[in-house]
């Protein structure tokens, strides 16, 4: 009878346990389908951010027509917190977010915008502001109360925790405080999250962070552009919905890059299903860069369903040919004069019978003389691949075409 008991209480121990690990050990479901967009404001601001300028960006997100082309989330990256009190709770720097932080998501949801926190897997952030680690349950219920709905978790000061651990605490703390979180894990690549982090965040930094520039390298670690895009560009297969790579925040509208190196920049981060988050002042852009930012059929590319991650298909002569598997069995390609000089190409499409990986099942897809061609900057059809493909391309610039059966 005594025995009897006793396996009873160890079944239900053991069910108990079984049904709680399960249900707290998960990402939320059904976020990020496409890759998040959206404006962060670490590339343009750094720790000189307040609440005018959070709101102001908002307004400015509607106003300029980013909305309606797909940007959403309005995030806040490091130096908004200061301290912490004496219970532990987080709080806001009352000197410049005097209003808090919930207000401040209230205002933002009231655009029809959501609203995104930064933090860190460390003691301190990468500023130097109070981190998360020891506080993640905590922390993951106040930003539920004041409605965060996207967090970027940095992994500066950690000691030695293990990257793919201390994500996994704060992906299980977020789901415990039930509100669901886009999570942004930022460890730029140095633990190979693309190996394990679809199971626990939505997006992850695959290298370190940007530079406004097209091809410089600093270094402690930054990247200019093309630095980046190579990085990323290997990674294609770990891409799916509700997982992505990401090669860090847009430097558009910067004033780092020309407007054709901002346009290529733009235009790879699309082909690389890169989550598009704006880094730029977006209450002052000009036209050149609000064209850029909201070229609709750029940006269906990068929120293709299929969730596709573009690979390098072919170098040659100082062009990269960048190709992107698309739904409804569309291709789109992308021709980057990566040189200095001025390029003239004459593709004939006769020579390449077929792309591999091209098709969405990674299957080749094959070329014949009767596919459909749009360039998608000039936003015009352009004949088909009966004939070769002659395009003259700057220095720095790319030529993007959709491919349709
Ligand atoms: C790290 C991240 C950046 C930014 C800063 C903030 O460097 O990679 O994107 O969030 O921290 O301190």
Redesign the pocket.
């Known amino acids: 009878m005594k025995l009897k008991l006793e396996n009873k209480i160890v079944t239900f121990f053991l069910l108990f346990l079984f049904t709680t690990t399960t249900i707290s050990a998960q990402k939320f479901e059904n976020l990020a389908l496409t890759p998040p967009m959206g404006w962060s404001s670490?590339n343009k601001f750094a720790s000189k951010i307040n609440e005018k300028i959070i709101r102001e960006v908002a307004d400015a997100m509607v106003s300029s027509g980013m909305k309606d082309a797909g940007y959403e989330y309005v995030n806040i990256?490091?130096c908004w917190q200061i301290s912490r009190d004496k219970n532990g709770n987080i709080l806001a720097d009352s000197v410049n977010f005097p209003s808090g932080m919930k207000a401040l998501a209230d205002y933002v949801h009231s655009k029809g915008l959501k609203f995104g926190l930064?933090s860190c897997a460390g003691s301190l952030?990468?500023?130097g502001r109070p981190g998360s680690r020891g506080y993640e349950y905590q922390d993951a219920r106040t930003y539920a109360s004041w409605g965060v709905d996207f967090l970027?978790y940095?992994f500066?000061n950690v000691d030695a925790q293990n990257a793919e651990g201390a994500y996994k605490i704060i992906r299980d703390a977020l789901f415990a405080a039930k509100r669901p979180v886009v999570l942004e894990i930022?460890e730029?690549g140095g633990s190979q999250p693309w190996t394990w982090a679809a199971k626990v965040g939505n997006l992850w930094?695959s290298t370190g962070?940007i530079m406004d520039c097209w091809d410089c390298e600093y270094n402690w670690g930054g990247y200019g552009v093309m630095k980046i895009a190579d990085k990323n560009a290997g990674l294609a297969k770990y891409a799916k919905p509700g997982s992505w790579n990401h090669p860090d925040m847009l430097e558009v509208g910067n004033g780092g890059l020309t407007d054709t190196e901002s346009r290529s920049h733009f235009t790879l981060w699309c082909m690389m299903a890169a989550p598009l988050i704006a880094g730029n002042d977006l209450r002052s852009m000009n036209q050149a860069t609000i064209e850029i930012l909201n070229n609709k059929e750029i940006i269906a590319l990068d929120q293709d369903s299929l969730g596709k991650q573009g690979f390098r298909w072919l170098t040659f002569d100082g062009i990269e040919v960048w190709a992107k598997a698309l739904k409804n069995q569309e291709l789109a390609l992308c021709f980057l004069n990566r040189s200095d000089i001025v390029k003239t190409i004459d593709f004939d499409w006769k020579v390449y019978t077929h792309i591999w990986n091209g098709n969405a099942d990674g299957s080749p897809y094959r070329i014949n003389d009767k596919l459909k061609i749009r360039d998608l900057w000039l936003k015009k059809n352009i004949g088909t691949t009966k004939d070769n493909l002659k395009k003259t391309i700057q220095p720095h610039d790319v030529f993007t075409i959709k491919i349709t059966k």
């Open positions: 670490w990256d490091d930064y952030t990468c500023a970027k940095d500066c930022c730029w930094r962070d």
